[in-house]
């Protein structure tokens, strides 16, 4: 069983930053186990999507409007991932989800709102 609670969200205007954080807790043998782990994002009225991934073996992915502005981090000591959002734009104003596959199973969290002002 794995918990995700992400921080973070907010109001910024376009140019701007935030940096979002997923802790995961429960009962599983640290981050270092989790086969994937990253975002995804849902705006209104649209899908899910993907917006950053990290693997188990370390390897990350990018969605390629995001490319260059975003940045997706772990850190095993303390189970967390972290997207760094730079040069945000209107586009990306979504609900933000962490996610993640452990023991063949997907986990997700609660979303933390980041709006983009232009």
């Known amino acids: 069983q794995v918990q995700l609670v992400e921080s973070g969200g907010g109001l910024v205007q376009a140019g701007g930053s935030l940096r979002l954080s997923c802790a995961a807790s429960?009962?599983?043998?640290?981050?270092?186990?989790?086969?994937?782990l990253g975002w995804y994002r849902q705006a209104p009225g649209k899908q899910r999507e993907l917006v950053a991934l990290?693997?188990?073996?370390?390897?990350?992915s990018l969605r390629d409007s995001v490319k260059g502005r975003f940045t997706i981090s772990r850190d095993n000591a303390k189970n967390t991932v972290s997207l760094q959002l730079d040069s945000l734009k209107p586009e990306d104003t979504a609900v933000y989800y962490c996610y993640c596959v452990y023991g063949g199973r997907a986990y997700w969290g609660q979303g933390t709102p980041v709006t983009v002002s232009s």
């Open positions: 429960g009962t599983f043998q640290g981050i270092l186990k989790i086969n994937a």
């Open positions: 990290i693997l188990d073996g370390g390897t990350t």
